[in-house]
């Protein structure tokens, strides 16, 4: 009775000095010491900016499983799919998981015991009778058979080996949370560079149409000039507009070739011209209403904000790990094998030897470097809880940017369609009056400017509200689903695609001087 009594005493005041204060919480957490993992709060807003103000905001809760459909290009699904199942960054996570999955299998073996192994060997021995207490020696050579068995199992009193499973479970799931934070970003990415790519395509084709309607104009001035009409100033400028506007079509293709090759680095090949595989087409048109949910659901739709909530759990079952490294080790020692000098007699009762019973180690002298070790484990705790709050508040953040960019996108291209068909009606007529002699070519230089720069800027929020509704679709989350149900696009990137010659337009040379033989 009083050896149990004293056993108690000693356990109470152990789990005292290791911070399991009350004692009660020690068995109320399945006799573990160390804090119990909650989920922390997390600051998110009741609705939407313009959820009461704009009806194309709904509150519905969709998956977004397949988001890029919603833009009806085939040319997206065909990248999406191919890298999915390509991207090297997402190959990277993949394998995180696995080294995720293989710790917590390292974790679970250590519950059992740690040091466990069997031993065999052979000695020759030699000892010398020319020392102390050697005379009466009757065999100084002989042989030395060695077989057994050995382990050391420290119990897991205080739970410091069960906290290490929840650790590396935890972690675990990071680990996949992270891969599907990955695969977010690569759709999100690859979205983002297609619309680029098409939009500066796009200013190309905008501005080769232009420059069809420049020559037309340089022409009527050169034969004006011809009939005496105008002076040789109007040919010139007009040759000077058509000249800047040949010199925009190389940037433009600069900026379409370096989005082909971001696409082709998320795709996780060499570069190449991927216009030789994919279907023309023009920049993505969005549908005109998206439906984000609440901002509570992004605790649970993204997957970088699940990411950091189970390294916060993971980092509090880690405590409970530094404060059982406070309290006594016990532990179970065992050994038991067979000594002979004769092989023949190894497995035999007189050569058998063993020896097991508990003990206990007890780091008393380093309580300065573990007490410390429990506060720095605490303090990555609650630095993990900042990151994730900070988490949640980004990616409110992040979806309304994205919902900004679409809704505003999407109200300039509705004005800004009536502004091009307004300055290309107005560049007819001032051409035809140009023609008649009623206007200068000032007048006509400066519509044809405004008539680029409009048709560039309904291209520049056309791509800004196809974009808009990508970023909006990947700061919800979506699209990690696409490793649950995978996709059967993606074939036509494997394989080259037939090249058809396309009719070439002409095109004048900017300083040439008989435009009209041409």
Not at 76 to 103: H, M, P, T
Not at 449 to 455: D, F, G, Q, T, Y
Request: charged share 25%; hydrophobic share 40%; with cysteine.
């Amino acid at each position: 009775m009083v050896n149990r009594f004293s056993l108690l005493s000693l356990i109470c005041c152990a789990m005292l000095l290791g911070g399991c204060n009350p004692v009660r919480d020690y068995f109320k957490n399945g006799m573990k010491v160390g804090p119990q993992y909650s989920k922390a709060p997390a600051p998110v807003s009741e609705d939407w900016i313009d959820h009461d103000k704009d009806r194309r905001i709904s509150s519905s809760m969709e998956e977004h499983r397949n988001w890029w459909k919603a833009l009806k290009d085939p040319n997206l699904d065909e990248l999406i799919c191919f890298a999915s199942n390509q991207n090297l960054k997402l190959k990277e996570a993949g394998y995180r998981v696995l080294a995720s999955r293989a710790e917590l299998g390292i974790a679970i073996g250590e519950f059992m015991p740690q040091s466990q192994f069997m031993q065999g060997s052979f000695s020759q021995i030699g000892l010398s009778t020319a020392v102390a207490n050697r005379q009466f020696i009757p065999t100084n050579y002989y042989p030395q058979w060695n077989y057994g068995y050995g382990l050391l199992w420290e119990l897991d009193f205080w739970g410091k080996y069960r906290r290490a499973i929840e650790s590396s479970s935890d972690q675990l799931d990071a680990s996949i949370e992270y891969y599907d934070e990955v695969m977010v970003s690569l759709l999100g990415d690859i979205g983002d560079a297609y619309i680029i790519n098409r939009f500066f395509n796009r200013l190309v084709e905008l501005t080769k149409e232009n420059i069809e309607y420049q020559k037309m104009t340089l022409q009527v001035a050169e034969a004006r000039f011809r009939g005496g009409l105008t002076s040789d100033l109007d040919v010139e400028q007009g040759k000077s507009d058509l000249a800047a506007s040949y010199a925009k079509i190389p940037d433009f293709e600069r900026f379409a070739r370096i989005e082909n090759n971001r696409l082709c680095t998320l795709l996780g090949i060499s570069p190449e011209d991927l216009e030789k595989k994919l279907a023309k087409s023009g920049i993505p048109n969005p549908p005109k209403e998206i439906a984000v949910g609440i901002p509570a659901q992004l605790l649970v739709r993204r997957p970088d904000v699940r990411k950091l909530e189970r390294e916060a759990a993971a980092e509090c079952a880690r405590i409970g790990i530094a404060v059982a490294d406070l309290l006594p080790h016990i532990y179970i020692n065992g050994a038991f094998g067979y000594n002979a000098q004769n092989n023949l007699a190894m497995f035999t009762s007189p050569s058998f030897y063993g020896s097991t019973g508990p003990g206990f180690s007890w780091n008393i002298l380093n309580y300065g470097r573990l007490l410390n070790q429990v506060k720095l484990q605490d303090a990555k705790f609650q630095a993990c809880i900042a990151r994730y709050q900070d988490g949640v508040v980004k990616a409110g953040a992040e979806v309304e940017d994205g919902l900004a960019d679409f809704i505003k996108g999407q109200e300039a291209v509705k004005e800004m369609i009536n502004s091009v068909e307004a300055i290309r009606k107005a560049s007819e007529l001032v051409l035809v009056q140009y023609k008649a002699g009623t206007t200068d070519f000032n007048r006509v230089s400066l519509v044809q400017e405004k008539r680029i720069n409009r048709e560039l800027e309904l291209a520049r929020f056309q791509q800004v509200q196809a974009r808009g509704l990508v970023k909006t679709y990947r700061a919800l989350g979506g699209g990690w689903e696409i490793r649950l149900d995978g996709c059967e696009e993606g074939n036509r990137l494997n394989e080259p695609k037939p090249q058809q010659p396309l009719p070439t337009p002409k095109i004048l040379t900017p300083l040439d001087p008989n435009p009209e033989k041409k």
